[in-house]
Structure formats: C-alpha cells, structure tokens
C-alpha cells in the first residue's frame, strides 16, 4: 500500500533539461514496466538528488544486486583515476607494464585500444572470466583497432596491469572513488587466482550504483582526471556505440554478440541528446543522461536465464522503457 501510494503521488515530473525544454517524467509508469520485467529496483536521480525509488519483486533500499557485465564500466573510472596519479596514459602500450607483451605483435596494443574492445584480442565467454594469468597469454587475432569484440578477457587484461600497479585493483577503486562517495560494493567476485573479476562479479544496492553514476556525470569531481573521463565516451571507428567500458546509444552502435541486443532508438537519440550506459545480463542497467542531468539505477532477477537463453518475448528493452519513463511515443 505505501508503494503504490508513493507510486501515485510521484506519478509525472517535470525535468528542465540545460537548454530549457521542459520534459516530462512518468515514474509510474516506468516503475511499472520494469516491475512487470523482473525489476527489484528502479530509481531515478536528478541534479544529485534521488526524484524517484521503487522496489518491488523481493527489492529493498538495503539490499545488493549482482550488476553482472554492468561492473565493466567500473575500469574505464579506474584508468581515469590512474591518469591523475601518474600510473597509466591512455595512450600507452599494455606492454610498458606487461612485459611479456614487448617481443611480439601485442607490444602494439595500447590501453585505449583494450578497453574500448578494439585490441584484436578476442573476448573470450560471456560471463566466464579466465584468471589473469590466462587472460594475458591471449593473443591478437586483428590488427588493433581494427574490429570490435566484446568479451571479460581483456577486463581481466586491465586487472593485472592494475595488479602490478597497485596491488589490487579493487582496493584501488575502492580507495580512490568508493570511499570519498561513501559506497560499499555487497559483494565483488573474485577468481580462483585470488583477484577480483573486473568484467562482472559486482553487487551494489540501487542508491550506491546511482551515487557512482552521479560521480562519472559530474566529470569525477576532480577526483580522477576529466579528460581522460572523457574518452570513455567516445566511440571508436570499429564501434561508435561504445566508449572505454561504456556504451553509447547512439546509431552505429555494434551489439555484444549474437543473440544479444543493445536498444537504440534515433529519435530518443534527437530528443535527449547522448544517452551514456553500463549494462549487465539480466537488463541491469545505470543510464547516464548529460543534458538532463538524470541518473537511472535499474536492477532485476534473471541473469543466469538471460545468459543461457535469448531475448524473452515482450521482455525488457532500453528503448521502450526510456520512451515509457521520458513519456514518449513509440
């Protein structure tokens, strides 16, 4: 009853994007397609604050959900901050620090290069991280920057220069962004080998997944460096729908793999200017939307069934929940 009471009464809003044009939210709506879709959390955040919550389907304030393949755009930040410190360049080849890589064809591959997927490495199973020692014996089966293949090997790749940079990249990101944002991840996977899965493996409760993306839409409150922030939202000539471990739903955009879809729809592309995204198996999904400056945390069940079976009829899609909550046609 106390849901569905706030439900209502939060039912539309008005958002006043930067250039003026009023927009209008429909959180009941939204709530209510993503709940029919396995939804445990829905919120909503504008200018820093929460506009909207919703937990439904077991989903509570409290609790933690795996964010599967959505943990990925934790590296991009990652790098960022290393570039303030001094650790890492964008533009540096993986093999200043791996030094197995300087005798052959992988001493090419700079760290831009593995984490917008264009290394020529392939990606490896979905959902089936290898240790990192075996993720850095791969080898290029492209030229780099030649093709784009999605995968958690070259994550775990970025896990052990992480590793031998700081010890643990996790203990990194938690010191470097997590602590000052006060969020504390439920649960992070880790392999046989003793490191943390980077690829996928995270869980974090709806208010601190939005405090993360709020962090990334205030360009890092100069904790980590803005231009190289930045690039992770720049999309590559083998993939212009994905940045540095973020998607962008944008035309051109290339899907994960066969059987999988990423939604673009051009016309919410017009009306709301870029639309910035960490995904995750299961359709978890942190939408990041400059020009609104509106955050979106959505979570759900299912991500052992999305992994093994394709797309279910009339099930979740990107685009029809942003036209459903940003009350646009079809």
């Not at 700081?166 to 997590?178: E, H, I, K």
């Not at 999904?285 to 999305?306: D, E, K, N, S």
Request: a positive charge.
């Amino acid at each position: 009853m106390l849901r569905r009471t706030f439900l209502t009464a939060a039912a539309a809003f008005a958002a006043a994007p930067a250039w003026g044009q009023s927009l209008s939210l429909n959180f009941a709506a939204a709530a209510a397609y993503s709940a029919a879709r396995r939804g445990v959390s829905l919120l909503v955040m504008q200018s820093g604050r929460i506009a909207f919550e919703d937990y439904p389907n077991a989903g509570g304030q409290a609790r933690g959900w795996e964010l599967a393949s959505g943990t990925k755009s934790f590296t991009g930040v990652i790098a960022a901050a290393a570039v303030q410190d001094g650790l890492l360049r964008w533009d540096e080849p993986c093999a200043e620090t791996l030094s197995e890589w300087r005798a052959d064809e992988r001493r090419r591959i700079t760290l831009h290069h593995l984490l917008s997927l264009t290394s020529g490495i392939e990606g490896g199973p979905i959902a089936r991280p290898p240790d990192y020692a075996v993720a850095i014996a791969a080898r290029p089966v492209a030229a780099p920057g030649e093709r784009f293949a999605y995968g958690p090997t070259p994550f775990q790749i970025f896990g052990e220069i992480m590793r031998r940079k700081t010890g643990d990249p996790l203990a990194y990101l938690q010191r470097r962004v997590f602590d000052p944002l006060s969020i504390r991840p439920t649960h992070w996977r880790r392999g046989a080998d003793g490191n943390p899965h980077m690829p996928s493996g995270a869980a974090l409760t709806a208010r601190d997944w939005a405090r993360f993306g709020w962090f990334v839409l205030q360009e890092g409150q100069g904790r980590v460096d803005e231009a190289a922030l930045a690039q992770c939202f720049i999309g590559s000539r083998a993939n212009p729908g994905y940045g540095l471990s973020w998607w962008l739903l944008r035309r051109g955009l290339v899907a994960p793999g066969r059987g999988q879809r990423v939604d673009v729809d051009p016309a919410l592309e017009q009306r709301l200017g870029p639309i910035h995204m960490a995904a995750g198996a299961g359709d978890q999904r942190l939408y990041l939307l400059p020009r609104q400056q509106i955050v979106i945390a959505r979570q759900a069940t299912g991500i052992l069934r999305a992994l093994r079976s394709r797309r279910e009829p009339g099930g979740y899609t990107d685009a029809e929940f942003l036209r459903t909550l940003f009350d646009a046609p079809g």
